[in-house]
């Protein structure tokens, strides 16, 4: 069995909206020509014929009339359009005009060689509605200077009397079509035995149309029975949509990418829901921004190509006017990593954000425009997640001095703050020693060392650390390994941070960029699902030899690429002898 994978069929709200019936509907109703009720008045009763004429929104007709032969059907009082052309259906030539009519709507908005809806179309109404239907569906056709237009069938005005549309039209009944104004282009990624092809369509649609793709030539390509057909047209930039049509194995094996939308401090509840790409390995897309209003993004499109590793962006939003609490403005590439080094949670007693002074003494303050900023005993913290250092509390883009993307904790950036200050709107900031200022929001900094008493401590810091004489950390005495678990015999603070004491009597370092309470998940062996190259460098640019599939590697240890780089969060790498191969589960699995 075949599927349409959900999730990638609108670039700018990944959506699908159900509804009965292979047609388009109006961008203005989604009500069903099925339900419509329109009564027959008592003075066109016993009427013989009628004409359908398809016209625009001002009432232009669009296309050539279609007479109705209604034989021995009797117009009687209470009948409706519906319930009229119902029983043409049954009498005589049993031709469907409302299918007709759906048929037209389709076909009518395609917009190149490549047609969406042809032959597919044609037989299903020939094989369900009969070859009379479908001749009078081909017989409906565009006059000629409104070609290469698009329209779609309305039902919203189809709700009136039919005595009130007969009499008044001299026994025409005019039928309601909406003109789109967006060509968009449709592409059917299709997987046949492990091998990829696209196919691309041209077709006219309007925003927040829902068109139905089951007897479309897309669905024809697999010759499958999908079962998810419904494509939501929204608001993209460049009007591409993409559609997959698969094997359930082949869906299960595609790669995911994922988009975190991040809303200022005090109005996470706006942030729109976390969004999952589906995709393979020679995939690409462009994912518009939900428009939020009052708020602006850092990245109006965000681009996905899947032949590279990057797999998590984010996507972060700023008040549009007034001073703005959050992180967004600048694209940084490399965006975030899944992977979280150790499982490590911060479990300080303390709220980052709500940390009293502890200067002794010192009441020295300086004034910004608007803001007061209280020096403070210098302390350390480190970025939780993608953030800016900023020239004023008042954060704006142009104040902007540097960004941060979100790294894990061994990379994570550290800031020495020397005050504490309110921007003009009361949000929380912290002046560092350069003089530049960040959040202090703990949702995006925290402390920099652990201030719980623990039994034992787990090394995450790839390059391990050393335990030394005293709690200056002076006399370096050994080293300790990443993975290796120590024995604490108590806490200890050294001008505000924190030491431990070992069992042993020794001194370690509380940062939390170099051991964990929690003990992390340690992998000690990999089995290549593909062929894997050894590098001799954690970024991967020098390669030194290569595992064939199959193979089994030692693993020693973690770690994450670009550690020295502020702008990209890096991916996870695992130590092996002679070098680091990659962690991505595409191409190693843990072995046991």
Not at 136 to 147: D, M, Q, S, Y
Not at 229 to 245: C, R, W
Not at 364 to 385: A, D, E, I, L, R
């Amino acid at each position: 069995m075949k599927k349409w994978v959900k999730g990638i069929l609108a670039l700018s709200i990944i959506a699908g909206i159900g509804f009965g019936g292979n047609y388009l509907w109006s961008k203005t109703n989604h009500s069903r020509l099925d339900d419509s009720s329109i009564e027959a008045d008592a003075d066109v009763e016993g009427a013989s014929s009628l004409t359908l004429q398809p016209v625009d929104e001002n009432g232009k007709d669009i296309t050539n009339p279609i007479p109705v032969v209604l034989g021995n059907v009797k117009i009687e009082s209470g009948d409706t359009y519906k319930s009229v052309l119902d029983k043409v259906s049954s009498d005589g030539e049993q031709i469907n005009y409302l299918e007709a009519l759906k048929h037209f709507s389709l076909v009518n908005n395609n917009s190149g060689e490549a047609e969406l809806y042809a032959g597919v179309l044609n037989d299903h109404v020939k094989d369900k509605y009969g070859e009379n239907t479908l001749n009078v569906a081909k017989g409906i056709t565009l006059i000629e200077n409104l070609k290469g237009n698009g329209y779609t069938l309305n039902s919203d005005a189809l709700n009136l009397k039919l005595g009130d549309q007969i009499t008044e039209n001299n026994g025409v009944l005019k039928v309601p079509f909406t003109k789109n104004d967006i060509k968009a282009k449709i592409t059917a990624h299709i997987e046949v035995q492990g091998t990829y092809h696209t196919q691309s369509y041209d077709y006219w649609v309007s925003k927040d149309q829902v068109i139905d793709l089951e007897y479309s030539q897309a669905n024809n390509e697999m010759n499958s029975s999908l079962s998810n057909t419904k494509l939501k047209i929204g608001s993209s930039s460049n009007h591409e949509y993409d559609v997959f049509n698969m094997s359930e194995d082949a869906l299960e094996k595609l790669e995911k990418a994922t988009i975190e939308y991040i809303m200022p401090e005090g109005h996470e509840s706006k942030a729109p829901d976390k969004l999952e790409v589906p995709g393979y390995p020679k995939f690409q897309c462009k994912i518009d921004s939900p428009v939020i209003e009052g708020y602006v993004t850092d990245q109006k499109i965000v681009e996905i190509d899947f032949k590279k590793e990057q797999r998590d962006f984010q996507v972060v939003y700023t008040e549009e006017k007034g001073d703005n609490t959050g992180t967004g403005g600048e694209t940084v590439t490399g965006g975030g990593s899944s992977d979280v080094d150790s499982g490590d949670k911060d479990t300080d007693t303390n709220v980052d954000n709500d940390e009293k002074s502890t200067n002794t003494g010192n009441n020295n303050t300086t004034t910004n425009t608007n803001n007061v900023t209280k020096s403070v005993t210098p302390f350390k913290v480190y970025g939780k997640q993608k953030l800016y250092r900023y020239s004023h509390a008042n954060f704006t883009n142009k104040r902007r001095v540097q960004a941060h993307a979100k790294k894990v904790k061994a990379h994570a950036p550290v800031f020495t703050v020397v005050g504490k200050t309110t921007a003009s709107n009361g949000a929380a900031r912290y002046k560092l020693s350069d003089g530049t200022h960040i959040t202090a929001s703990s949702k995006y900094v925290g402390k920099l060392y652990w201030n719980g008493s623990y039994k034992k401590l787990h090394v995450t810091n790839p390059k391990g650390i050393n335990t030394y004489k005293t709690n200056a950390l002076s006399g370096k005495v050994k080293h300790v390994k990443q993975g290796s678990t120590v024995a604490v015999k108590q806490i200890s603070k050294k001008n505000g941070m924190t030491r431990y004491q070992l069992a042993n009597g020794k001194y370690i370092s509380g940062s939390k960029k170099l051991v964990s309470p929690t003990k992390p998940k340690q992998v000690k062996k990999v089995k290549a699902k593909t062929t894997v190259r050894l590098y001799k460098d954690v970024d991967l640019k020098k390669v030194v030899k290569t595992y064939k599939k199959g193979s089994v590697i030692n693993v020693k240890g973690w770690d994450h690429s670009h550690g020295n780089v502020h702008h990209v969060s890096g991916y996870k790498r695992y130590k092996v002898a002679g070098g680091y191969i990659t962690a991505n589960s595409k191409y190693v699995k843990i072995a046991q």
